[in-house]
Nanobody, 121 residues
Framework: VQLQASGGGLVQAGGSLRLSCAGS????????IGWFRQSPGKERDFVAA????????YYADSVKGRFTISRDNAKTTVYLQMNNLNAEDTAVYYC???????????????WGKGTQVTVSS
């Protein structure tokens, strides 16, 4: 599975962005997908995950209520809708796929290149 994240950019605090994670391969719909982010000088953090069918999701406490993860297996794409963004959300965002991944993001097998999100205060 190959993944490509897109949709990042510069947004003002309080604004919204929607990230996309486009996957290739006929097995995409078999994988759980997670979003992660990494700020300069910090470790990569889990953000959100969705199971293969899309009926289970899980969020980090820091984004719960503001971010929504969803997927469209027909389009082999997973989305991350980010609302009410703040400066602490500034990071490079990555998507990853895991066949046996947990809803907390452990066990990811494939990683895509990231997309930069910058929130100006």
């Amino acid at each position: 599975v190959q993944l490509q994240a897109s949709g990042g950019g510069l947004v003002q605090a309080g604004g919204s962005l929607r990230l996309s994670c486009a996957g290739s391969g006929r097995t995409f719909s078999s994988y759980a997908i997670g979003w992660f982010r990494q700020s300069p000088g910090k470790e990569r953090d889990f953000v959100a995950a969705i199971n293969w069918s899309g009926d289970r999701t899980y969020y980090a406490d820091s984004v719960k209520g503001r971010f929504t993860i969803s997927r469209d297996n027909a389009k082999t794409t997973v989305y991350l809708q980010m609302n009410n963004l703040n400066a602490e959300d500034t990071a490079v965002y990555y998507c990853a796929a895991g066949f046996a991944a947990t809803m907390k993001g452990d066990g990811m097998d494939f990683w895509g290149k990231g997309t930069q999100v910058t929130v100006s205060s």
